[in-house]
Each structure stands twice: as structure tokens, then as C-alpha cells.
């Protein structure tokens, strides 16, 4: 380690080896990269210079992580995530320290990028507001990398993950998770997935994208949920839950939807294993006497449907951005980037099945061209990693610091 180096430190990362693969990159660009490892999975997959292992309570992490900052003098930290409970906590230090505070997500762009952004992602995020503000510097928007065929690799990351967290726990007993579950329940709702979406949906669903566009195009209303767990349910919304979001919108929807739209509700793919509601939508449609106007699916076309929807409803997903592309009117009913920047659907649920409004295109064509520019970084996570493990390790070290004290070349 030289005196001029940046010093890069990583916390959590995706399931399986990508942070390692970033700190391979990172060292390449002439950074020295810290890691800290908080269980036995962090620790099958990490790599870095120096690695440490935090053991203690999550009531002494705050006091001890800004002392690790200090003592080793680093200059910006990354993480995945930036909602969980040791990554909020660590951003609240970086902030009071002057250290510059990186958070990687999935793409808000999909498939073939992977975000990455300085103070936060989601409602954290500094970008709509710059967006809005015209406080953007100009830079190229990347290529998508042409990135297929990830969820076997998402299967073996998880599993492995989950099985050495569990079955090493020693160590880190007072470890706190962000999510329930062991490596039991981890893999079985990985196999439950893969049929699934293989078996049964391939199967039940059928021909129902074109039944749905033949018979309701025009009149449908789209719905895509979130992972349950995910941080926009948790975090960025009013919602206790998905059920609640789901009730919620059924009942807003029968009261208020003209008799001839028809709701779409479509399950999240990265929660095909742990979650399914087809028994509370089948009992909530019952009770509001609209069983045929609301179909639940799995893996309806997103593409088509959208193309033949009247309205696109949602807490946050990233089919939102996409619905706008196509000109959809879309609401938002959590925190969201996209209605941070001013482009959802200024109505509330019960106004919006009735009255959804028009699309700015022009506008949203800007705002995805200087997001992508902005906040995404071409590759993935699971497949290919290399190719966003580079593209992240070159933003953290080059991107001019707004604060902070990244000693890039």
C-alpha cells in the first residue's frame, strides 16, 4: 500500500462473489480495497487486501465502524443495498466523516446494467432531484451488456450463501440479517421458483397474454408487485406489506375502475419462490364481487400487456420507467425516483382508474437517458460479473467527488 492509494472499502454485496470481483478491479485501478465480513457467507466469498470480521452487537456497529473509518483512513465505502441495517448506519458515519458513500442495486434499467450511485439508490437517491433541478454535468450513457441466463447462477450464489451463513454461524452469533429465512428455506424457494416458472406457470399461463390483449386492450390495468422483502415495501412506502398494497388496490380498483377495465397483477420473478397470493386475490375478488375483471399472473409478456394498458399502478418497481417509455400513465404509491422527477400520474388511486392522464414522453426519454448515464453501469451480478465489476471498480475511483476525499488519479 502506497500513501497516494485510494482506500476502498466494501460491506455487504450481492449474493455470491461479485464484491470479490470489484476488488479484484479495484486493486487492477490502483485502489487498496478493506473489506468487512459480517457472517460465514460474507467471508466464503470475500476478497480484498485486508479483511476484517465484525463479531460485536448490532448496538456497537455504529461506534465501531467509525472507528474502523478513521483508523484506516478510507476514502469511500460501497455496499449493496444501502437500506439494510449495517449499511444505514455506516452511510450516517460516511456522511458526519466526509466519506464518500457508494451503493450498488439491481439495474434500474434491466436486463444488462447494474446501478451504482454516491449517497444512496431508490428514494436515497441525489438523482432526481439534480434531474429536476438541471444539475446534471454531461456524460455518454453506457451500452446495456447483452447479459442472459442469470437465474441458475442466482440459484447456486444463494445456496451456497445461505448454507455456509447457517451451518458456520460461530463467530458471529449476534450477527443481525436483513431477511428471514435459512439455507433451507433459501434453496427450497429457489427449486419452488424453478418449477414454477418451468412447470406451472409455462403451462397454466399459456396463450394468456394473447387472451388478455384480444379481449381487454385498451381497458387494462397493470399492476407488477414487489418482492416482499424488498426495500420500497419496507422503506419508501405506507404499505405494511404486499398483501396490504394488494388489498388495497383491489378495493380501490372495484369501487372506482370502470366496468370495462381489467386488472392485471403480476407476481415479482425474484419472489416466484417465497411468496404467492393467488388464495388472498381469489378471496378479496370474491368478497368485492369482481372475479372476472382481475387476472393474477406470473409471466404474462410485459412488453404486449404494457402496449395494451390504459394505466400502470405500482409502489415502485422498475416497470414503471418502462410503462412511461411506452406512454402508459403510471402511479406511483410509494417514494419512487420517477415521481421524485415529476413524471407519474398526479392523481390519487381511487381518481386514477377513471382519469390516469397522459405521459410527458419527451420527458421521460430525457430522464432515462440521464439515468442510465448517471446511475447505471453495463453487466451483472451473477453471470459475466467481470464486465460490471470493472465499470463499477472505474466510477468509484473516477467520478469527481461532490465531498468526500478520493485520492483519484
Known amino acids: 500500500m ?16 461479485f464484491f470479490a470481483d470489484l476488488a479484484d478491479a479495484l486493486g487492477r485501478d490502483g485502489a487498496y480495497v478493506y473489506r468487512i465480513c459480517f457472517n460465514k457467507g460474507d467471508r466464503h466469498f470475500a476478497k480484498a487486501d485486508h479483511v476484517s470480521c465484525y463479531s460485536k452487537s448490532a448496538d456497537e456497529w455504529p461506534l465501531w465502524i467509525e472507528r474502523y473509518l478513521a483508523r484506516h483512513d478510507i476514502d469511500a465505502v460501497c455496499c449493496y443495498g444501502d437500506c439494510r441495517f449495517y449499511h444505514r448506519k455506516a452511510k450516517a458515519v460516511c456522511d458526519k466523516l466526509g466519506v464518500r458513500f457508494f451503493a450498488c442495486e439491481e439495474g434500474y434499467v434491466r436486463p444488462g446494467f447494474v446501478t451504482l450511485e454516491e449517497g444512496g439508490n431508490n428514494a436515497n437517491s441525489p438523482f432526481p432531484e439534480r434531474f429536476r433541478d438541471d444539475d446534471l454535468k454531461a456524460r455518454s450513457a453506457p451500452l446495456p451488456a447483452e447479459i442472459s441466463g442469470v437465474f441458475r447462477f442466482q440459484f447456486w450464489f ?4 445461505y448454507i455456509v451463513k447457517d451451518w458456520k454461524l460461530w463467530g458471529f452469533g449476534r450477527y443481525h440479517h ?22 406451472i406457470t409455462r403451462w397454466r399461463e399459456s396463450g394468456l397474454t394473447e387472451r388478455l390483449v384480444k379481449t381487454h386492450a385498451g381497458n387494462l390495468f397493470f399492476v407488477p408487485l414487489q418482492v416482499a422483502v424488498d426495500t420500497q415495501m419496507k422503506y419508501h412506502s405506507s404499505f405494511a406489506s404486499v398483501e396490504e398494497f394488494i388489498e388495497t388496490t383491489l378495493r380501490s380498483f372495484a369501487r372506482n375502475a370502470p366496468q ?4 392485471v397483477i403480476k407476481h415479482h420473478p425474484m419472489d416466484r419462490g417465497f411468496n404467492h397470493y393467488g388464495r388472498l386475490i381469489s378471496r378479496i375478488v370474491r368478497k368485492l364481487d369482481c372475479v372476472s375483471r382481475v387476472t393474477y399472473a406470473f409471466d404474462v409478456d410485459l412488453d404486449r400487456i404494457l402496449d395494451a394498458s390504459a394505466g400502470c399502478a405500482t409502489v415502485n418497481s422498475t416497470v414503471g420507467l418502462q410503462a412511461l417509455e411506452r406512454g402508459v400513465p403510471t402511479l406511483t404509491l ?3 425516483m420517477i415521481r421524485s422527477a415529476g413524471l407519474t400520474a398526479a392523481v390519487g388511486l381511487d381518481q386514477f382508474w377513471r382519469a390516469p ?9 430525457n430522464f432515462k437517458r440521464a439515468l442510465v448515464a448517471q446511475t447505471q453501469q453495463p453487466g451483472s451480478f451473477y453471470r459475466y460479473r467481470h464486465v ?5 471498480s472505474r466510477e468509484i475511483l473516477s467520478t469527481p467527488p461532490s465531498h468526500g476525499r478520493l485520492r483519484a488519479e
Open 158 to 161: 444463494a445456496t451456497m450463501y
Open 260 to 263: 370495462t377495465a381489467h386488472l
Open 334 to 336: 410509494g417514494k419512487s
Open 178 to 199: 436483513h431477511r428471514h429465512g435459512n439455507w433451507a428455506t433459501e434453496m427450497m424457494a429457489w427449486i419452488i421458483a424453478g418449477v414454477r416458472k418451468n412447470v
Open 388 to 392: 460490471a465489476a470493472s465499470a463499477c
Open 357 to 365: 392522464g397522459e405521459v410527458n414522453k419527451q420527458n421521460v426519454q
Open 2 to 17: 502506497t500513501i497516494n492509494q485510494p482506500k476502498i472499502l466494501l460491506l455487504q454485496g450481492p449474493l455470491g462473489p
